[in-house]
């Protein structure tokens, strides 16, 4: 099991940047972990934003968020990022991170039951 706690969730207005970090506490190495983030708006189901792989490091972007978001992981500080650039009203939700030690595949990172732990969520509130 893998701790994760997120942060740095606010309200900006739209164009604007947030960073958002996922902190692991794990007794796992933390690079061994595939780690993706998530975003739930109200009344929809959670969706997939990014995802970073385990040892490569390979990324992966839904495509709303592709050419804006980030994401980054230094495992020296067991963290993973997401940098959000041109920020968009759409992109107001609740965003989490999951983490898991299963091994990774191009579908199933984007998948939101295949991580095995969750964060509690950071809020995102983007002004038009």
């Known amino acids: 099991q893998v701790q994760l706690v997120e942060s740095g969730g606010g309200l900006v207005q739209a164009g604007g940047s947030l960073r958002l970090s996922c902190a692991a506490s794990?007794?796992?190495?933390?690079?061994?972990?595939?780690m993706g983030w998530f975003r739930q708006a109200p009344g929809k189901e959670r969706g997939f934003v990014a995802a970073?792989?385990?040892?490569?490091?390979?990324?992966q972007y839904a495509d709303s968020v592709k050419g804006r978001f980030t994401i980054s992981r230094d495992n020296a500080k067991n963290t993973v990022y997401l940098q959000m650039n041109s920020l968009k009203p759409e992109d107001t939700a609740t965003y989490y991170c999951?983490?898991?030690?299963?091994?990774?595949?191009?579908?199933?990172?984007?998948?939101?039951?295949?991580?095995?732990?969750w964060g509690q969520g950071t809020q995102v509130t983007v002004s038009s």
């Open positions: 999951g983490a898991t030690l299963k091994t990774p595949a191009p579908s199933r990172t984007r998948d939101v039951s295949w991580y095995d732990n």
């Open positions: 794990s007794g796992r190495t933390f690079n061994s972990y595939t």
């Open positions: 970073i792989w385990w040892g490569r490091s390979i990324t």
